[in-house]
């Protein structure tokens, strides 16, 4: 069965410093990778996707994660944390042709001044 | 830019009662979902709808849960007879295609007292 591990369940950084959550999947056939970002109160929303071709994505808000097939693995990173960007952070799996989007168990992000 | 969109945001209904949640999908999106998250923990997948039917559902859809698209906007989950257990936040969510990404809406807050 198709999995979504996120390592630490809670990340805290200073502002400034680079941010980076970690993600890790198990899947028989390469699949499709989403991070999404919910802040409190609110719905999921999309960060980044891969799909196919170029294995570095960029997504909104300076976040970019690395699809690694070798280690099955798709890390988020941002350069430089903001005050803004403290949320829950979830990391998603689609199988190829599959209906059903599988959650890791999220991964709170805070941010220190 | 358009939206996935929910009402209500909060729901209380007492234990055995029948809820309907609704959803108004994307208007050029083909397929439907409803995912819930319980207070804390991962959003889990619940069902996948297309063409008016359902595609996929997890273990967690049992006979209590049923879904419908009565009209071209609308699509709707009802919970027939709640449990304390069905207390979460349920997430619809649509897509053009699979499996491209997901458009979550805002949620609806279900209590069960």
């Known amino acids: 069965a198709q999995s979504v591990t996120q390592l630490g369940s809670h990340v805290s950084v200073s502002e400034g410093a680079l941010v980076l959550l970690r993600c890790n999947y198990s899947?028989?056939?390469?699949?499709?990778l989403f991070w999404y970002v919910q802040y409190p109160n609110q719905g999921l929303q999309l960060l980044l996707k891969y799909t196919t071709g170029a294995t570095l994505v960029k997504g909104i808000n300076g976040f970019e994660a690395e699809f690694k097939k070798s280690e099955t693995s798709f890390h988020l990173t941002k350069p430089s944390a903001h005050m803004s960007d403290a949320a829950e952070y979830f990391c998603?799996?689609?199988?190829?042709?599959?209906?059903?989007?599988?959650f890791g168990a999220g991964t709170r992000l805070f941010v220190k001044a | 830019e358009p939206e996935v969109t929910q009402t209500p945001s909060h729901q209380v209904t007492q234990m055995g009662q029948e809820v309907i949640l609704r959803c108004v999908p994307i208007s050029n999106h083909l397929y439907f979902y409803w995912y819930r998250q319980i207070l804390g923990q991962k959003v889990e997948f619940l069902v996948s709808f297309y063409n008016n039917e359902i595609s996929e559902k997890s273990e967690i859809f049992d006979d209590q849960f049923s879904v419908e698209r009565p009209d071209g906007s609308n699509f709707t989950l009802k919970i027939r007879s709640t449990k304390l257990e069905d207390s979460a936040m349920y997430f619809c969510?649509?897509?053009?295609?699979?499996?491209?990404?997901?458009?979550f809406g805002p949620g609806t807050r279900l209590t069960v007292t």
């Open positions: 899947s028989s056939v390469p699949p499709y």
């Open positions: 998603a799996v689609i199988n190829t042709g599959g209906f059903k989007t599988i």
């Open positions: 969510a649509s897509s053009t295609a699979v499996p491209y990404e997901q458009y």
